[in-house]
């Protein structure tokens, strides 16, 4: 903090009552003034470090709320239960041990990680199952819509598709199976999603016991 920023807070900090000062002679230059903090400044100052914790607990609350919300969505998909991700253990040192604890902690880092890339994970998986499932669809009940009106299944400028009546079982067929692999997939990708969401948030079980530990 420069400065010209710092004493106009400790003036405002001494009219409120916070702080008291006193002016000492100095032998190498013009007198100094000196800072002490009155009993109203160390009660305000609890009162400060209180709100801080709440604070900081709210955030630790809210981002451990998240994560478990996003574990239940993945036992719901995958019907396996996720383990639990424990809370902040007690640390000892104050506000400042708290927070260099949770900068050192590998999953305060992963989960971040993995909450950024669930964005576009999610495009993905929303385009391709949209993608698959309206060209399944599409097979499924335009071929035999196709066949019976004339009516173009694939139309370009100088190409236009009409299913020939032999091939319209073929066609189905292979949309009904697209499903099928659709499927398929869905829960292959569900499995390594949810092993990749329990390496992020939850850590290993080394991780797991360690944390349950220290609590």
Not at 26 to 37: A, E, F, L, N, Q
Not at 158 to 172: E, H, K, L, T
Request: charged content about 20%.
């Amino acid at each position: 903090m420069k400065r010209g920023a710092l004493y106009p807070v400790l003036r405002s900090m001494e009219e409120q009552g916070l702080l008291g000062s006193h002016v000492e002679p100095s032998v190498s230059g013009p007198p100094r003034k000196y800072y002490v903090i009155t009993d109203q400044g160390r009660e305000t100052l609890i009162e400060w470090k209180k709100v801080w914790r709440r604070t900081l607990d709210f955030v630790a609350a809210a981002l451990e709320e998240d994560v478990n919300q996003e574990g239940k969505v993945v036992e719901a998909l995958l019907g396996v239960r996720m383990p639990r991700r424990p809370r902040v253990v007690a640390i000892d040192g104050g506000i400042l041990a708290r927070i260099k604890w949770w900068l050192t902690d590998r999953r305060t880092w992963t989960t971040l990680v993995y909450m950024f890339f669930q964005l576009p994970l999610g495009i993905f998986y929303f385009a391709m199952l949209v993608m698959t499932l309206t060209l399944s669809i599409g097979a499924i009940v335009g071929t035999p819509v196709s066949a019976v009106t004339g009516v173009p299944m694939i139309q370009t400028d100088n190409y236009n598709f009409v299913p020939s009546p032999w091939a319209v079982p073929f066609i189905i067929a292979v949309g009904a199976l697209a499903i099928v692999a659709l499927m398929h997939l869905v829960c292959a990708i569900g499995r390594l999603h949810g092993a990749y969401a329990k390496a992020m948030l939850v850590g290993s079980p080394e991780e797991r016991q360690s944390l349950h530990a220290g609590t």
